[in-house]
């Protein structure tokens, strides 16, 4: 796994963090497969010597009232209390600047996640203790899924699984362009997921199994779009949330018919095409109504900004 974790100097009382957008699935990989994306939210933590403030910027503003119940300051004592061997922080000054948008299968909640363990790893007087399969560990068990997680702690794109010792990654280096259709929409992920029937056919999950194979070799070989295409067919999910995202499902089959390698981001109703409109799609039209970003696999996780690393 690529570091998160930039070590605490003696009387760190401040850490900036950087964490990428995600994208799970890609299409056949449910669960499993992974993206960092070159969109940023940038969270600061100052250690205080009493009390909460939260300051929000963008998306989300409406939750810095929670206080406590703040996701990041949640996982952030958390993370603090299984490094151990110190007391929690007197008080937490957090400042968020998020871009990340929230409920549309981007990767919002993991990025919280994330950055509340790499700011833990960062503030704590031993959070050099804390590895990276620790980190994955925590945020697996809070977000409930490895799929996105992974590549916001990794960078790049990612396999994440879990085994008898819990769960892990494997990282793979990835410079390919991306497109993302956000809508204003948003959807629930627990809505999204019981939306999935409890059974699939033997016959739909060995062409997932077939197609998510293709599609690391699609990615990392560089292969044309028309094998992409085909790499990135998905038959176990996709359509059985379709009606509740209705224009999503319509964009991934028009961009699809053109020959443009589509799918739904995560649980949705965010839309990523592999590629960029400007370098060869064919001529598409894809209505009103969407947030159009053009990005890159970002080739860095989490991480800690240097320049707030030092003692103030």
Not at 12 to 20: G, N
Not at 191 to 211: M, Q, Y
């Amino acid at each position: 796994m690529t570091g998160t974790h930039a070590a605490a100097g003696a009387g760190t009382s401040r850490v900036t963090v950087e964490v990428p957008a995600t994208s799970a699935n890609l299409g056949p990989g449910f669960d499993a497969l992974g993206l960092a994306l070159s969109y940023y939210d940038e969270v600061g933590v100052e250690l205080t010597g009493g009390g909460l403030e939260i300051v929000i910027r963008g998306e989300g503003e409406e939750l810095a009232g929670l206080g406590e119940k703040h996701l990041i300051v949640e996982v952030l004592r958390r993370t603090w209390e299984r490094i151990g061997g110190a007391p929690q922080p007197a008080g937490l000054r957090l400042e968020c600047v998020n871009r990340i948008p929230h409920s549309r299968g981007m990767g919002s909640s993991s990025a919280a996640i994330v950055a509340g363990i790499t700011a833990a790893r960062a503030l704590h007087p031993a959070g050099e203790s804390f590895s990276d399969a620790d980190a994955l560990r925590l945020a697996t068990e809070i977000e409930g899924h490895p799929d996105n997680v992974a590549p916001c702690l990794a960078g790049g794109l990612t396999v994440a699984w879990s085994g008898p010792d819990g769960p892990r990654l494997v990282r793979l280096d990835l410079d390919r362009e991306v497109t993302v259709f956000v809508p204003d929409q948003r959807l629930a992920t627990e809505r999204a997921r019981g939306l999935l029937p409890e059974t699939v056919s033997h016959h739909d999950a060995a062409a997932n199994s077939g197609r998510a194979a293709l599609l690391i070799a699609a990615l990392t070989s560089k292969l044309g779009y028309d094998v992409l295409l085909d790499a990135t067919e998905d038959r176990l999910h996709q359509s059985y949330r379709a009606p509740a995202m209705p224009g999503s499902a319509a964009l991934v089959e028009l961009l699809r018919r053109a020959g443009v390698p589509a799918v739904i981001s995560g649980a949705g109703p965010t839309v990523l095409a592999f590629g960029w409109p400007s370098s060869g799609w064919p001529d598409v039209d894809t209505g009103n109504g969407w947030h159009i970003h053009q990005l890159n696999v970002s080739p860095f996780g989490a991480r800690v900004q240097p320049r707030d690393t030092r003692t103030r």
